[in-house]
């Protein structure tokens, strides 16, 4: 598939670094950018010069496989190493994996690893500094490249050292990343065509009261619940409303604050149109799988779908939860952002 514009600049200016840097670099790209086709590109082009293996890691199985359907397009093969996906194989050059699952063999990767991309790369974690520190060990000439939409950290600060102009990041605490080579903003995607500008629908009922909730500060799930659980009739009024306003769309995802709140919200919705889903649902594929096909109208959600999350016809989001995070508010809002 041929890349956008920005896309390809996005390639050349990973490559133009990695070809005079060993240092980890990364890429700001807003959600529905195609940072799935930039790596498949990237996975390709360093495949093609080094002759040595790639590893893409990406932090949910949907993201692992997403990434890899992309990379197939190439018309070259690739593995996955992901024990949610249900698969753990090395056979190709390039391996699409989750992280857990890749610390937890990681004596399978040995000194035949030219770079390291890693989507998502906003919740870089010990276990991703653990992997990209052991591969590193044995090829210390490995590329690492993150690919984000939101690149930085409540109260960290950004995770790059410098911009794409060598400034200086204003605010970094420890940052992984020495530089980030390339961004490409939300608002020019939409002013160029590429992504759907948002509108902000009117709230036609009585809104939760979360002022009770601390700024700023990890609130206990039992705040959290005060806040949002157990105030049937205020849930079942603002899901009326959500499915009044949303009567003509397509795919709606509600976003709630706590597994119990996910459970009020859906038993006030269709129930031949809805499903629920949490970290412990066991079917989780066959959901997504139905509410892709349009089988399934309304999907409520508790932390899973907050990023790498990609159904393109989705075009209402129903924020039902609390944050004060930017980044975080950033990439619910673009599980609804791309065209369809």
């Known amino acids: 598939m041929p890349l956008r514009y920005y896309q390809q600049e996005a390639s050349d200016s990973v490559w133009a670094y990695i070809s005079k840097f060993i240092e980890p670099c990364l890429i700001e790209a807003a959600t529905g950018a195609g940072k799935s086709h930039i790596i498949a590109d990237l996975a390709r082009r360093i495949r093609e010069k080094s002759n040595k293996n790639i590893l893409c890691l990406a932090p949910s199985k949907e993201l692992v ?3 890899r359907e992309k990379y197939l397009t190439t018309g070259q093969p690739a593995s996955i190493f992901s024990a949610s996906a249900g698969k753990k194989c090395l056979k190709h050059p390039v ?5 857990g699952t890749v610390q937890n063999s990681i004596s399978r990767f040995g000194d035949d690893f030219a770079a390291i991309i890693i989507d998502e ?6 276990t ?12 210390p000439k490995v590329r690492i490249i993150g690919m984000t939409a939101t690149p930085y950290r409540t109260f960290e600060g950004y995770i790059y050292r410098m911009d794409e102009k060598g400034n200086p990041a204003e605010v970094c605490k420890d940052p992984f990343f020495t530089k980030k080579v390339y961004s490409i903003k939300a608002q020019r995607l939409i002013d ?9 629908g009117d709230i036609n009922c009585q809104e939760y009261d979360s002022s009770g909730l601390e700024p700023n500060v990890k609130n206990t799930t039992e705040v959290i619940d005060k806040a949002f659980v157990g ?5 079942a009024r603002i899901v ?10 397509k795919g709606v995802m509600f976003f709630a604050a ?15 149109l809805s499903a629920m889903v949490t970290k412990d649902t066991k079917n989780r594929k066959d959901i997504v799988k139905e509410f892709k096909q349009q089988k399934i109208k309304y999907l409520v959600n508790v932390n899973v779908f907050t990023t790498g999350f990609d159904a393109p016809h989705v075009d209402v989001i129903a924020l039902l939860r609390f944050t004060d995070s930017v980044g975080l508010l950033q990439q619910i809002l673009g599980r609804g952002s791309r065209l369809s």
């Open 65 to 67: 496989e997403q990434n």
């Open 95 to 99: 391996v699409f994996g989750t992280p």
């Open 121 to 126: 790369a906003h919740g870089i974690t010990p």
């Open 128 to 139: 991703i500094k653990f992997i990209c520190e052991r591969i590193k060990k044995l090829n």
């Open 192 to 200: 160029e065509g590429y992504l759907t500008p948002f509108v902000i």
């Open 231 to 235: 105030h049937g009739r205020k849930t």
């Open 240 to 249: 009326q409303d959500v499915v009044e306003q949303s009567k003509d769309r």
């Open 258 to 272: 706590t597994v119990q709140h996910a459970y009020e919200i859906y038993s006030s919705l269709p129930k031949n």
